[in-house]
């Protein structure tokens, strides 16, 4: 059963990726300027030199064939604006970003999660008013905002994912731990005069489980494109810093390879969220 | 007294200090020199390069048989010791310096540039600096007279033929690197995309100093790949890299006042700001909108009734003049001084445009048909200095009852307008100019791509579009240089009577050079602060 | 009484935006090119800009483009969002399926494209007024996936729900159990999302105009306005280039999130 519960996700998965793949390269084709050079500038260079650099026209599905016969055989082809194997680029970039994922959003949901946590436990104003005012400023401020400030303090571009993730994952888990917290059984336990740390870990925490994995999913999914302004403003060199530079060339292969990478962790985030809500529904 | 006060003082103090240690003294060797490139350099090979982190590389990393002093604008002996042009400009001979080494060890003799020429002019290779070799159909040849002496021949007479020398690195035949070795002053050590890249002293070099030391004298070169100019600026200030290109008036005028010794104002660079109409007979625009644009007497009064003095002071900071031509002020040899600079002139607009069948409607300047007249200016969208530029022009046509649209959009969208589709009415481009206006001719002949008012013309539609085309041809081949000279000049004044292009501005050179570095001679020309990179040291000595 | 001074504070501001060419003391293109980059004085509360202009009226007059703005793109997005969530609630499981697929292929793909592609048609010569239009649709519509999720999810949950359960039963109309009873119960996730895409839009905006698309020169929204970050070295030198405005923005946004429930949620 759970084999096949996982086996029907993996397959969405594959097909979603290959569908967001297939739009990305229709898209990057009828967007405007495919193919134009900033070479058409230079008045050094001769009209037919210019036109000898520029792309083959090609038809997408042809190319999308080509494209995915390539994956299969390990060859992502090469960047036509940066001149490399995309394979390389994957190679050197994608650590970097999901470094900048695990440690930025990481840090976001285990300080959401702890503060939300301490404010369930002692129901003290202050408790509250801390995160919620922090949380509620640092809503207020644009990611790329957010990453020059902390540029300008002299931080890593990861704690401003951080700053991206926590006002959102405190605001959801606060809600999660304070609906399992007013639970009759739970109550019960404060009636009886049950510690509060042992009412959070035997009666709040496990009821809210899922919910909780379902909110580290979202910050996940919410952390991924948060990364794109982050990179760029703080000249980190990972692989959403990529993203915006090849949808301004028109790197057509760089974009499609970009374009699934982005869908994969936005499934993977989103298919945590559902298996967790599944969970849920399942036990209640 | 707060210590943002204190810091100027702070900041002066080091500079005078490092100015003092630079007083006198022989200069320390060894050290790593550490600036910034805005862009991973797109190949390692010199014969391939276009974009400008790979132009620093291969400048950095290449030999060629002559060099140009940029402060001097001469060209000057490197490979080669002597040349001779010969047959009116269509070949010229080398005669090669003896004893010189490629950084692998192996000599370098006539074999090896007729290698490199050949490498270059392989059509499979699609070098560009083939192009500016081969003005017409024909082949690029080299011919090896002896172990020292090589003839290279071009299709068609170049007027500045040794000069197109500069940047061509000459490569090893024998190599079997990719790129091959080289004879430039550092050899790449390390690349790692998306960081740095590092380049290693080439210990074979072949210059040496007035007291016969080994150039270079630093040890190495450490290119740090940062696209955010404030990120650049910041690590200039605590001192972790040491040269800052093509500054900001802004930033500037910040380090002026913080560290004065560390930034310097080089006076006029070759590049210009312009705008221009769309002229092309098959735009899709409005008809009426096109006869303005092609009228002479409208792109006076627009010329007239922009304040170039107010675009200087506000948007430059005063480190700008008015452009009246393509040729700016530091540009000597070319200059025409005979013109006169674009006054600002709103009244003797609104007459142009009168005597042209405009006339005032309220506040509106209509057309004779009654139509008002307004348009767009399409430009970069990211440059602060253009919207700025743009908002002032606006401000400053709507005086004479123009409204103005300023468009701002992504480079290849812009491209595409002003290239293929001729989807625009009024562009406002830069350009970053070489000195020699053979690089010019793509833009002033009417048959060009680059001839940006209405390219591509089969034959010239107009009398001073065909005596540009006369003129350009003249001055390409001819040899004499007061010939040339004199034919650039009629291309300036009929460029300056006809307007295809309104000039702005030519911005300054604004550079920044760390006070710890010794002899640093910036100048206008690119690689404006580390042209004479061999002789660069840091003032305390260092042992090597 | 916390919930009726946000309200106030934030009409004031509004209205000081809405207001702001009979309130701010200078045009927001007026050039005063003879006093360029000035200081806070009498004449200019904020000092001026680059090009002479009054920062303070510039943003008065950004306030009112962006609370109009920003908010507006984010009913768009959530008004996108719950139609899709309510359709796909009673079409079935077929349609879910394919409208998740459409908003994570959303998710994944470079809207930047989309945008390149909606300014390639659109004229040159696009009014102001036109333009900020265009710039609100586009960046509501463009911006649904999100909040589609979390409201897809919570109508999913209150469809389950005993009382909608009942309400079916006793034989009640789809239309009538969506006004009266799954908006009122979805109401706070509405919310907290409007509240939640606020803060993305007034930057969106600002993107958008590098794209030739956003608020264009000269008039002024904090979108444009937060560029000045670009310089971010200058910042220390200069707070009152920025800090009123980032004041301004924390300010609106923490008004936005006490409205809802009457105390900071």
């Known amino acids: ?284 | ?544 | 009484m916390l919930r009726w001074s946000a309200v106030a504070a934030l009409l004031a501001i509004l209205a000081a935006g809405l207001f702001a060419n009979w309130i701010a003391p200078h045009g927001y293109a007026d050039q005063d090119r003879e006093s360029p980059n000035l200081s806070p004085s009498r004449q200019y509360p904020l000092g001026t800009d680059e090009l002479g202009r009054d920062r303070f009226s510039r943003l008065l007059y950004g306030t009112r483009v962006s609370l109009l703005l920003a908010p507006a793109a984010a009913a768009i997005s959530i008004a996108v969002a719950v139609a899709l969530g309510g359709f796909t609630a009673y079409a079935g499981a077929g349609w879910a399926r394919a409208s998740s697929l459409v908003t994570d292929l959303m998710l994944s793909l470079p809207t930047i494209l989309i945008l390149l592609t909606v300014r390639a048609m659109l004229p040159l010569n696009v009014s102001a007024l036109a333009s900020i239009v265009i710039t609100c649709v586009l960046i509501g519509a463009l911006n649904y996936p999100p909040a589609a999720r979390v409201i897809g999810a919570g109508v999913d949950a209150l469809l389950k729900s005993d009382f909608i359960l009942q309400a079916r039963a006793t034989g009640q109309s789809p239309g009538r159990i969506l006004i009266r009873q799954l908006m009122p119960g979805i109401r706070p996730v509405l919310i907290a999302q409007f509240w939640l895409l606020v803060p993305v839009f007034v930057m969106a905006e600002a993107n958008l105009s590098l794209l030739g698309l956003g608020v264009s020169e000269p008039m002024p929204s904090w979108g444009n306005l937060l560029r000045e970050l670009e310089n971010y070295s200058a910042i220390p030198e200069r707070p009152w280039v920025l800090a009123p405005l980032g004041v301004l923005m924390v300010t609106v946004l923490c008004l936005y999130a006490i409205l809802p429930s009457g105390e900071p949620a």
């Open chain 2, 1 to 544: 007294m707060s210590i943002r006060r204190l810091f100027p003082l702070l900041a002066l103090a080091v500079v005078l200090c490092a100015a003092a240690a630079t007083v006198g003294g022989p200069p320390g060797t060894g050290g790593e020199l550490r600036f910034a490139v805005r862009a991973e350099p797109k190949t390692l090979d010199p014969h391939v390069v276009v974009d400008e982190p790979s132009q620093v590389v291969a400048y950095l990393t290449g030999g060629g048989l002559v060099r140009e002093n940029r402060l001097t604008q001469e060209l000057e002996p490197a490979l080669a010791t002597h040349w001779r042009v010969l047959e009116g400009g269509a070949a010229i001979e080398f005669t090669l310096r003896q004893g010189v080494r490629f950084s692998d060890g192996a000599p370098f003799t006539a074999e090896d540039v007729a290698f490199t020429i050949r490498r270059v002019a392989d059509p499979a290779l699609h070098s560009p600096l083939a192009e500016t070799l081969r003005s017409g159909s024909g082949a690029i040849r080299a011919e090896v007279k002896s172990p020292t002496v090589v003839v290279v021949r071009v299709p068609n007479r170049i007027a500045n033929l040794a000069g197109m020398f500069d940047g061509i690195a000459m490569v090893s035949s024998k190599s079997k690197t990719n790129p091959p070795a080289g004879l430039g002053p550092f050899v790449i050590a390390e690349y790692k995309p998306a960081s740095h890249l590092l380049l290693r002293r080439n210990a074979n070099y072949w210059k040496k100093d007035a007291a016969g030391r080994p150039l270079p004298y630093l040890d190495s070169i450490r290119l740090d790949i940062l696209a955010n100019r404030e990120l650049e600026m910041m690590r200039f200030r605590k001192g972790e890299i040491h040269l800052l290109n093509g500054l900001e008036a802004e930033s500037f005028d910040r380090f002026a006042k913080e560290t004065p010794g560390a930034v310097r104002d080089l006076g006029p660079s070759l590049d210009s700001e312009q705008i221009w109409f769309n002229q092309v007979p098959t735009a899709p625009i409005p008809a009426y909108k096109r006869e303005w644009f092609r009228n002479v007497e409208f792109r006076r009064a627009i010329s007239a009734a922009i304040n170039r003095a107010d675009l200087c002071r506000l948007v430059y900071r005063g480190h700008a003049s008015p452009a009246d031509g393509p040729v700016s002020p530091g540009n000597h040899a070319w200059i025409n001084t005979k013109l006169k600079p674009a006054a600002y002139a709103p009244q003797a607009a609104r007459e142009r445009l009168a005597k042209a069948g405009f006339r005032m409607q309220g506040a509106t300047l209509v057309d004779s048909g009654g139509r008002p007249v307004e348009f767009s200016l399409v430009t970069n969208a990211g440059s602060k200095i253009r919207e700025r530029t743009a908002a002032l022009i606006q401000q400053d046509l709507a005086k004479i009852g123009i409204k103005l649209n300023v468009v701002p959009m992504d480079f290849p969208s812009l491209i595409e307008r002003i290239m293929r589709t001729y989807q625009y009415e009024a562009c406002m481009l830069g350009q970053i100019a070489d000195p020699d206006p053979n690089e010019m001719m793509n833009v002033w002949r009417s048959s060009a791509a680059n001839h940006q008012w209405n390219p591509n013309q089969k034959k010239p539609e107009t009398t001073w579009e065909a005596e540009l085309d006369r003129l350009m041809d003249e001055q390409a081949s001819a040899v004499d240089p007061k010939k040339r000279k004199a034919a650039y000049d009629r291309v300036q004044e009929i460029a300056a009577d006809q307007l295809p292009f309104i000039y702005l501005v030519h911005k300054n050179a604004l550079v920044g050079v760390s006070p710890s570095l010794w002899n640093t001679k910036p100048a206008v020309l690119r690689p404006q602060t580390f042209w004479n990179v061999d002789t660069l040291a840091f003032n305390a000595p260092r042992g090597r």
């Open chain 1, 1 to 284: 059963m759970a084999l096949r519960f996982l086996a029907k996700h993996a397959v969405r998965l594959v097909l979603t990726v290959l569908i967001a793949g297939l739009l990305g390269a229709a898209l990057v084709r009828i967007a405007p300027a495919f193919g134009v050079s900033e070479q058409e500038l230079d008045p050094r260079l001769s009209r037919e030199f210019v036109q000898g650099q520029r792309p083959e026209p090609v038809g997408i599905l042809r190319y999308y064939g080509q494209f995915l016969y390539g994956v299969a055989h390990g060859d992502f082809g090469e960047s036509p604006s940066l001149q490399r194997p995309i394979g390389e680029l994957l190679r050197e970039r994608l650590p970097v970003s999901l470094e900048n994922l695990a440690f930025g959003a990481g840090a976001g949901i285990v300080l959401g999660f702890l503060c939300a946590m301490v404010a369930v436990v002692f129901r003290s104003p202050l408790a509250r008013a801390v995160p919620v005012a922090s949380s509620t400023v640092l809503l207020s401020l644009p990611s790329a905002a957010l990453g020059l400030l902390f540029l300008l303090a002299g931080w890593p571009p990861a704690m401003a994912l951080t700053a991206v993730v926590f006002p959102r994952v405190y605001r959801y888990s606060a809600a999660v731990l304070a609906r399992s917290a007013d639970a009759s059984h739970v109550l019960a336990a404060r009636a009886r005069g049950v510690s509060p740390g042992r009412i959070l870990c035997v009666h709040v925490l496990p009821g809210a489980a899922p919910q909780l994995l379902a909110i580290v999913g979202m910050a996940i999914s919410l952390g991924f494109p948060a990364l794109v302004p982050i990179e760029a403003v703080c000249d980190s060199p990972g692989v959403m810093q990529l993203a915006l530079k090849a949808a301004m060339a028109r790197d057509l292969p760089l974009l499609v390879v970009l374009t699934m990478v982005a869908s994969v962790v936005v499934l993977i985030g989103n298919a945590a969220a559902d298996i967790s809500s599944d969970v849920l529904r399942r036990e209640s």
